[in-house]
């Protein structure tokens, strides 16, 4: 499975940026996906996952209750949304994929597809 993220930008404290990744291949329907982030200077994080039918989502506890994780099998596309952003987010957001036995998995070393990064800027 290839992925692609995209959505990333520059926005101001206390708004909003969805992000997408768009999959390639027929089997993303059948895999979990999650997304990470890596700030300046920092180890890549945990943000959240999604089980492989989209119907269980799980939060990092910075991020919970702000962030929404959702996928669209029909679309081969997962989603991230990011409402009330604050200056701490600021890094590139990294989308993912692994077997679906790793539902919920927040450690990087079991997902075995990544994209490429799209960089999210919180100014204060």
């Known amino acids: 499975v290839q992925l692609q993220a995209s959505g990333g930008g520059l926005v101001q404290a206390g708004g909003s940026l969805r992000l997408s990744c768009a999959a390639s291949?027929?089997?993303?329907?059948?895999?979990?996906g999650a997304w990470f982030r890596q700030a300046n200077g920092k180890e890549r994080e945990y943000v959240a996952a999604v089980s492989w039918s989209g119907g269980s989502q799980y939060y990092a506890a910075p991020v919970k209750g702000r962030f929404a994780i959702s996928k669209d099998n029909d679309k081969n596309t997962m989603y991230l949304q990011m409402n009330s952003l604050k200056p701490e987010d600021t890094a590139v957001y990294y989308c993912?994929?692994?077997?679906?036995?790793?539902?919920?998995?927040?450690?990087?070393?079991?997902?075995?597809?990544w994209g490429q990064g799209t960089l999210v800027t919180v100014s204060s």
């Open positions: 993912a994929s692994a077997p679906l036995s790793y539902s919920g998995s927040y450690y990087p070393r079991e997902y075995d597809s």
């Open positions: 291949g027929s089997t993303f329907s059948r895999r979990a």
